[in-house]
T-cell receptor, first 114, second 111 residues
């Protein structure tokens, strides 16, 4: 019974490069959420997706960040032209359809921008 | 005013004691309340959720919710050194599914 999976677990990028973070929800879950945790800070909501739909992206920065959850395959959080301030832990969570309250978190991707 | 507030700590308690963690929130219409535990460098792990006023017990953990006062608390009985972690309070504001997290309270259980 696999939990939420994220990869890569660690990602190093130079300024200006692109970062792609992947998240596979728990089996049977069709709702995905992305959160960002800056060093010594709490988790901040970024985006909520269902298959092929962005439901709430109120926490996404207006530029350089995008997310998708295609019909097949994992959810992708994409950061273009990364800057040092993007260095953080990015967590994905999932919940089952019909029970959107309880979210289960993946292990996170730690992004370091040099 | 922050949407969800927690005392950052650290809160130090001796082994075997009761640890009391508190959280206040600003959105009076919030519906769902969660406690997560996060060890350093790890992901948040769900401990409990509570929706209704009153107490909810699960093993050594008790969540307490008071919507009129807009606070939620977590009690950990018989605290163990392995309980040492950061405890995150999360709230679902009215009309949304996203979590608003507090910054967490760091708990240290002293052996």
């Amino acid at each position: 019974n696999a939990g939420v999976m994220q990869n890569p677990r660690h990602l190093v990028r130079r300024r200006g490069q692109e970062a792609r973070l992947r998240c596979s929800p728990m089996k049977g879950h069709s709702h995905v959420y992305w959160y960002r945790q800056l060093p010594e800070e709490g988790l901040k909501f970024m985006v909520y997706l269902q298959k092929e739909n962005i439901i709430d992206e109120s926490g996404m920065p207006k530029e350089r960040f995008s997310a998708e959850f295609p019909k097949e395959g994992p959810s992708i959080l994409r950061i273009q032209q990364v800057v040092r301030g993007d260095s953080a832990a990015y967590f994905c969570a999932s919940s089952p359809a019909g029970n959107t309250d309880t979210q289960y978190f993946g292990p996170g991707t730690r992004l370091t921008v040099l | 005013q922050k949407e969800v507030e927690q005392n950052s700590g650290p809160l130090s308690v001796p082994e075997g004691a009761i640890a009391s963690l508190n959280c206040t929130y600003s959105d009076r219409g919030s519906q769902s309340f969660f406690w997560y535990r996060q060890y350093s460098g790890k992901s948040p792990e769900l401990i409990m959720f509570i929706y209704s006023n009153g107490d909810k017990e699960d093993g050594r953990f008790t969540a307490q919710l008071n919507k009129a006062s807009q606070y939620v608390s977590l009690l950990i009985r018989d605290s163990q050194p392995s309980d040492s972690a950061t405890y995150l309070c999360a709230v679902t504001p009215s009309g949304t599914y996203k979590y608003i997290f507090g910054t967490g309270t760091r708990l240290k259980v002293l052996a």
